[in-house]
């Protein structure tokens, strides 16, 4: 199986980066797993609606160009379904069986995923209705990911 995060921007922090090598190191007997960093969009703190859906846009054909034909893609938005750690783990186990073995999850930039990238994702995941930074998010996720893998595999590290 395939697993790809795609993600707007570099992350920078040590930290973080740190944190998401070493589960993305774990992740390797279990699965393909790819981080995907796309560019940002340089603009301003205060934008009008209109410029923020153009920052939205230009972030989105970027993302899309990293998205495969035939990749189930899970879209990450605070309007999403919460779903509990073996729920991400069944969802994945599913997928892997009987829909596809390439599985994308999206996590926009700090104004959120264009109408395109929401069209083009079969689902949309939440984390919870507080905001969090997109460059942690990353970590997060590629935690949870992890979580997943041995909550299928019946290992004990999601206890």
């Known amino acids: 199986m395939l697993v790809q995060i795609i993600g707007v921007g570099r992350l920078k922090e040590k930290y973080l980066t740190a944190g998401i090598a070493e589960y993305a190191k774990r992740l390797t007997p279990y699965l393909k797993f790819q981080i995907i960093e796309v560019a940002d969009e340089k603009a301003p703190d205060t934008l009008s609606e209109a410029e923020v859906s153009g920052v939205k846009a230009r972030e ?5 160009a990293h998205v495969k034909e035939g990749a189930h893609v899970i879209a990450l938005a605070i309007d999403g379904k919460l779903w509990s750690s073996e729920e991400l783990a069944a969802e994945l ?3 892997g069986t009987y829909g596809t073995s390439h599985v994308v ?8 995923l264009s109408d395109e990238v929401m069209r083009r994702a079969q689902q949309r995941m939440s984390f919870g209705r507080m905001t969090l930074p997109h460059q942690l998010m990353r970590l997060v996720l590629t935690e949870q990911i992890y979580r997943a893998v041995k909550i299928n595999r019946g290992e004990p590290y999601h206890k």
């Open 93 to 95: 186990d599913r997928l």
């Open 105 to 112: 999850f999206i996590i926009g930039g700090s104004h959120g």
């Open 60 to 64: 989105g054909e970027r993302i899309l």
